[in-house]
C-alpha cells in the first residue's frame, strides 16, 4: 500500500489504525509518528536522482535535498502544517553487517564527563554535523521558522538521538519540536539518557516486538535508552507507552530479552511500512 501522498491518505490510515485496534488518544501524537515514518523511510529512497517522488514522499512536503558522507544519507525539507524543517537520517544499508561492527565502546565527547555515548555513533555524527547545519541555517532563512523535525530508522535512529542531545545540550539556536526513532540501538549511558529526558521536547523511541536492534549495545555493558518508548505488538496494530520511571520496561521491547530479541524481519517492518534500501519506495 502506497502511503501519505496526500493528507487523505494520511486520513485513511488514522481511521485504519484505530479500526485495527490502535486507540488514537492525547497522550500519544500519532500523527507525528506516522509523519516520522515515512519520511524515515524515504530517507533511504532517494538516490542520485534526488527527486521527491518515492511512495513515503509526501507531496506536500517541500524536499530541500540531501547530504551523503560516508555512507550515511541525510534528507532535508520542510512541513506546512507544523511549519518545522524535517531532518530524516537513513538506516544501514545493510542491517547485520552494521550490527556486527557496532564499536559498543563509549566516549565523553561533552563539557559534563559523565555524559557517555558510543564512540561509533559520535564520530559519524561529528563528521556529518557541520554540513548538517549549514544546511538547516540556511533553511531557517528560508523558510522563517527554527523549528526542527527530526528523525531515523536503525542507525539513523541513533543518529537523530545525537543531533537533538546536541542541540538541547548546547542551546543551539533551534527548537526541536519532536525527535522520533524507530528500531534505534541504545545510544549512551543512563546519565546521557537522564539528561536527554530532561529536555524539553516531543520524544519518541518506536520499538516493534522482537526486533533486535533496541538490545544493542547490551545494557550490561554501560548502556540505557531514552525516552519515550512507544512499544508495537508484532502485527503493528496494539501500541504500549511504556513505563520508564526506573530505566527501561521489562514489559515492553526488553521483555524478550536477552535471548529472543533476534528478529531483523521486525527491524524492517514498522506500523506495516517495509524499511530500508528494499522497503516502500
Known amino acids: ?3 501519505f501522498n496526500n493528507y487523505g491518505v494520511v486520513l485513511l490510515l488514522l481511521l485504519m489504525l484505530s479500526n485495527y485496534g490502535i486507540q488514537l488518544c492525547q497522550s500519544l501524537d500519532f500523527d507525528n509518528i506516522l509523519k516520522a515514518v515515512n519520511i524515515s523511510q ?4 532517494i538516490n542520485d ?3 521527491w517522488n518515492c511512495a513515503t514522499c509526501n507531496s506536500h512536503y517541500t524536499y530541500e535535498g540531501r547530504l551523503e558522507h560516508q555512507g550515511e544519507q541525510i534528507i532535508f525539507g520542510m512541513i506546512p502544517d507544523y511549519n518545522a524543517l524535517f531532518i530524516g537520517f537513513r538506516g544501514s544499508s545493510n542491517i547485520q553487517n552494521w550490527i556486527d561492527n557496532i564499536q559498543c565502546s563509549q566516549i565523553a565527547p561533552y563539557e559534563d564527563k559523565q555524559v557517555y555515548v558510543e564512540k561509533g555513533f559520535y564520530h559519524l555524527f561529528s563528521s556529518l554535523e557541520d554540513n548538517i547545519y549549514n544546511i538547516v541555517d540556511k533553511m531557517v532563512v528560508k523558510y522563517n521558522t527554527n523549528l526542527l523535525f527530526i528523525t531515523g530508522h536503525s ?3 541513533a543518529l537523530a538521538s545525537l543531533m537533538a542531545f546536541d542541540v538541547k545540550y548546547n542551546n543551539r539556536d533551534y527548537n526541536v519540536k519532536s525527535v522520533i526513532t524507530f528500531g534505534s540501538p541504545r545510544v549512551g549511558n543512563p546519565y546521557f539518557s537522564t539528561i536527554f529526558s530532561g529536555f524539553q521536547m516531543n520524544s519518541y523511541r518506536i ?3 522482537y526486533d533486535m536492534v533496541p538490545h544493542v549495545p547490551e545494557e550490561f555493558m554501560g548502556y540505557q535508552h531514552v525516552t519515550q518508548e512507544i512499544y508495537l505488538s508484532e502485527d503493528n496494530d496494539q501500541y504500549t507507552i511504556c513505563d520508564e520511571a526506573n530505566g527501561e520496561d521489562k514489559y515492553c521491547s526488553n521483555k524478550c530479552a536477552p535471548i529472543h530479541c533476534t528478529s531483523i524481519s521486525d527491524h524492517m517492518n514498522y506500523l506495516n511500512i517495509s524499511m530500508g534500501n528494499d522497503g516502500l519506495c
Open 1 to 3: 500500500m502506497i502511503l
Open 155 to 157: 542507525l539513523g535512529g
Open 49 to 51: 536522482l534526488n527527486i
Open 207 to 209: 520499538t516493534h516486538y
Open 42 to 45: 524515504a530517507a533511504y529512497c
